[in-house]
């Protein structure tokens, strides 16, 4: 049975607390207070107990699927481990309490913190300068194509294009078109990689940058990356590296090594910090030593063993966001990568990469590998045998929740028919895998031999299947007293 709103319990007059006396009956309230802001009558809130008001909203607290229940395969997208000490220390009073606008000499340990992040950033990605300003990975592209158009226009050369392959991250065209560039898609070739031939054919001197995912959003690593990046640098391009997906690399490769001019890390994603539901995030842009002028302004630096806020870059592209960016996730970030350490990060890119083959080596059979490589830190399966069976890749998805599992990603990326993109991350148990390996074997069982079950599920979660058009467009979210009030 759906959980009544909390308008629909309770009786009239019930206390949820006892309010004191009140003191200022002999106040007259319409001599305080302009008219215009004073009720014609009570509102009408819900009366209920104490003990109906905790059990409801423990109630409704438990209906969600959540990370601290239950399995996400959504991967570090959106639900990759957060350590409570990084929650717990990023909300201290000596950091809440920070105001922007407050000299350095009394800011000089949260200066220090954001130096130290970007110095492990740039060490962790192969690069030589940084910005910490953008809120968020789109953010980050947009602000990294920016320092590219201007990195051209220092040049004296106005280049028109950015290459894109067809496996890339649907943001990465829409900063494109913002940044003033027209994206240029190129097909991935059999193999889920980039067609070097077909690269070939689009790149000339009007070509500002190749934008690449790496690994990209099949899972799988770009092995021609070297050469990807000498053909793109022959025609004076530049190699934009999509930094969504380093938890597979963190230790073990590092971009800037690979060629790759300018790449965005999601904090958010990559190091910990929790976004899911819209934010906030992070996107801090690592660059090569020759994008360094262009970077936003103001630029931490350090002189004399202080920090400081540097606004003095002619070439700069000016500021990204207002003051010096989410200063609370990059805490979080810094929390996590002091916390864990060279070793840490390797071994936690590492365990993804290993979770993610284990899931896809034992469920591959069963549905479809269309790109059958070693997938990195996450795969792409797709459920398209079963639609002779008139079951979609999104019944599959319902499904799941019956055996307690969120699903995975769906139909992203586009390239693959009936897709479904799994992304374990590296802190989950042999056990929980072995037990979503489990539901996914016995869900394609079910498919061919009792379709309706997946046609009709979830069967066992509060709500049913919903019109997720009607939920997404046509939201309710105000209670009306005249229908279903007290």
């Known amino acids: 049975m759906p959980e009544k709103l909390i308008f629909e319990l309770g009786r009239r007059d019930r206390e949820g607390v006892s309010v004191p006396q009140d003191e200022l009956k ?3 309230i319409e001599e305080l207070l302009p008219k215009d802001f004073l009720r014609d009558k009570q509102p009408c809130l819900p009366e209920v107990s104490e003990i109906e008001v905790v059990r409801h909203y423990t109630r409704l607290s438990q209906l969600n699927f959540c990370v601290d229940t239950h399995f996400y395969p959504l991967g570090s997208c959106t639900m990759k481990y957060n350590p409570r000490i990084g929650e717990k220390l990023s909300s ?3 950091f809440t309490n920070l105001h922007p606008y407050e000299p350095e000499e009394l800011v000089q340990g949260a200066l220090k913190i954001m130096f130290e992040l970007g110095k492990y950033l740039c060490e962790i990605g192969g ?5 910490l300003q953008p809120s968020a990975g789109a953010h980050g592209e ?5 320092l590219i158009r201007a990195y051209h226009e220092y040049k004296g050369k106005k280049r028109s294009k950015v290459i894109i392959p067809d496996s890339a991250h649907g943001t990465n065209p829409a900063s494109c078109t913002l940044a003033g560039y027209k994206a240029i898609e190129i097909k991935s070739g059999k193999d889920g990689c980039i067609d070097i031939d077909r690269l070939r054919e689009e790149l000339d001197e009007e070509v500002a940058a190749v934008m690449i995912t790496n690994p990209n959003t099949l899972g799988i690593f770009e092995e021609n990356i070297l050469k990807i990046a000498e053909l793109t640098h022959s025609v004076g391009a530049l190699l934009y590296g999509d930094g969504a997906n380093m938890n597979a690399l963190m230790g073990i490769s590092r971009p800037g090594d690979m060629g790759f001019d300018v790449l965005h890390f999601n904090l958010h ?5 929790p976004h899911g539901g819209g934010g906030p995030g992070s996107g801090p842009v690592a660059v090569k030593r ?6 936003p302004v103001p630029v931490i630096v350090e002189r004399d063993g202080k920090y400081h806020l540097d606004y003095n870059r002619p070439l700069s592209i000016g500021k990204v966001k207002s003051f010096y960016g989410n200063f609370p996730v990059m805490l979080k970030a810094y929390i996590y990568i002091r916390m864990m350490g060279s070793e840490g990060l390797k071994k936690a890119s590492e365990n993804a990469v290993l979770n993610a083959r284990y899931i896809i080596s034992k469920v591959k059979n069963d549905y479809d590998l269309p790109y059958d490589k070693p997938p990195m830190h996450e795969g792409v399966i797709s459920g398209r045998k079963f639609k002779e069976y008139g079951i979609k890749t999104l019944d599959i998805a319902k499904r799941l929740l019956d055996y307690g599992f969120h699903p995975p990603t769906i139909y992203f990326p586009l390239i693959v028919e009936e897709a479904l993109m799994i992304e374990p991350t590296e802190t989950e148990t042999k056990e929980t895998l072995d037990a979503f390996i489990n539901a996914m074997l016995n869900i394609a069982n079910e498919a061919k031999n009792n379709p309706e079950l997946l046609k009709n599920a979830p069967h066992k979660t509060p709500v049913r299947r ?3 058009v009607k939920a997404a467009r046509d939201l309710k979210l105000r209670w009306v007293e005249n229908k279903g009030g007290l």
């Open 142 to 146: 947009l602000t990294g194509l920016l």
């Open 269 to 273: 994603k990559t190091f910990s910090a």
């Open 92 to 94: 201290l009073s000596e």
């Open 466 to 468: 919903l019109d997720e």
């Open 290 to 295: 020759d994008l360094e002028p262009f970077l």
């Open 127 to 131: 690069f030589d300068a940084i910005t």
């Open 26 to 28: 002999t106040l007259n």
